[in-house]
Nanobody, 124 residues
Framework: QVQLVESGGGLVQAGDSLRLSCAASGRTLWNFVMGWFRRAPGKEREFVAAISRTGDDTNTADSVKGRFTISRDNAKNTVYLQMNSLKPEDTAVYYC?????????????????WGQGTRVTVSS
């Protein structure tokens, strides 16, 4: 079992930046591929970004490519999502997820553990 706790969400204006953190406990993070997903009001859960166990492979959704960057610090058991140039359409609850697979996955069904989410609201 691994427990995931997201933090760093908040209310910002369009064009601002935020950095989300996902702290893991229970097991060391290097055992997992890590992903960020989001759910906007009235929409399905959406893949945002994922990173391999060692951090040498990432996958980022086209909708956020060039603006969002996923990274990890296995020594701190933490994964990050740096979000720049935020837009109102980025408004959502952002979830961190852990997957015991060997390769980066984009489908939420592949992930074994989920955090409770952190809310990001971007005003225009």
């Amino acid at each position: 079992q691994v427990q995931l706790v997201e933090s760093g969400g908040g209310l910002v204006q369009a064009g601002d930046s935020l950095r989300l953190s996902c702290a893991a406990s229970g097991r060391t993070l290097w055992n997992f591929v890590m992903g960020w997903f989001r759910r906007a009001p009235g929409k399905e859960r959406e893949f945002v970004a994922a990173i391999s166990r060692t951090g040498d492979d990432t996958n980022t959704a086209d909708s956020v490519k060039g603006r969002f960057t996923i990274s990890r610090d296995n020594a701190k058991n933490t994964v990050y999502l740096q979000m720049n140039s935020l837009k109102p359409e980025d408004t959502a609850v952002y979830y961190c997820a852990a997957d015991e697979a060997e390769v980066v996955q984009t489908k939420p069904q592949a992930y074994d553990y989920w955090g409770q989410g952190t809310r990001v609201t971007v005003s225009s």
